[in-house]
């Protein structure tokens, strides 16, 4: 599914793979954060065969033109996950808002482990 908009100009429509990856790329930024971790298949396999998948431990999904995103993630070992998370809230939800001009109705972080 994607997101439609439109304005004086002209219709806008923007992919749920376009917001993985922004909302990817801002959680990689942040501090404490040591990789994204997917949950699909199709991600695992192209880590196999050394594809660069750029959306990797991003979900989004998108109800009435409102953002609903779950991120994997795995932080440093003696980072305050708490931080972290909101940390990770704020800067998902800012750059996507950004990007797309829309809102983000929620945003959920969820630590899979820790890295050293």
Do not use: H
């Amino acid at each position: 599914m994607a997101l439609a908009t439109s304005n004086i100009y002209g219709g806008i429509t923007i992919s749920d793979e376009a917001v993985a990856m922004v909302a990817a790329y801002a959680a990689s930024e942040c501090y404490g954060v040591a990789e994204l971790i997917s949950n699909r298949l199709s991600d695992i396999v192209a880590d196999i065969f050394n594809k660069k998948k750029y959306g990797k431990g991003v979900r989004v999904t998108t109800v009435d033109n409102r953002i609903f995103l779950s991120v994997n993630v795995s932080i440093k070992q003696d980072i305050n996950a708490d931080a972290v998370k909101e940390s990770l809230k704020r800067a998902v939800t800012y750059s996507v808002e950004s990007f797309s001009g829309m809102r983000v109705k929620s945003v959920d972080i969820n630590i899979v482990g820790y890295r050293i």
